[in-house]
């Protein structure tokens, strides 16, 4: 079982509360992850707006949207954890930061991703 400690997560933690202050004024960025996944936003919302095509991207909470843009990231682009670690990392987090339905919306939306992933 992970710890509240690990690094990796603390450091997701950092990355999606400066993902978070960016979507209210874009500013300077001072994780190396933060700046690539501003780099790959065009894309990473196209994903987003498919796969949650219920929810406007503009009417997705903003902790919601900066978890789904950095797991999206990392599922995308990087590649470089498990699926399933990187669902469960944005699980936790929108627990602890997002709002009641968070968890369930976040695991929906990164699960119809990785299907998408898969049939790739």
């Not at 997560?9 to 990355?15: D, G, K, N, Q, W």
């Not at 949207?65 to 954890?81: D, G, K, P, W």
Request: hydrophobic share 40%; no cysteine; aromatic share 8%.
């Amino acid at each position: 079982m992970k710890k509240i400690t690990d690094p990796r997560h603390l450091r997701r933690i950092a990355v999606v509360k400066e993902l978070f202050t960016y979507s209210f004024r874009p500013q300077k960025l001072h994780e190396e992850t933060t700046r690539q996944v501003v780099e790959h936003l065009n894309t990473i919302d196209e994903l987003i707006k498919k796969y949650a095509s219920q929810w406007p991207i503009d009417k997705i909470g903003k902790i919601d949207l900066a978890i789904l843009r950095l797991s999206v990231y990392e599922l995308t682009v990087t590649r470089n954890e498990p699926v399933k670690v990187v669902i469960d990392e944005a699980v936790e987090i929108a627990k602890e930061f997002g709002n009641d339905a968070s968890p369930k919306f976040i695991n929906g939306v990164l699960g119809t991703v990785v299907k998408w992933i898969q049939k790739k």
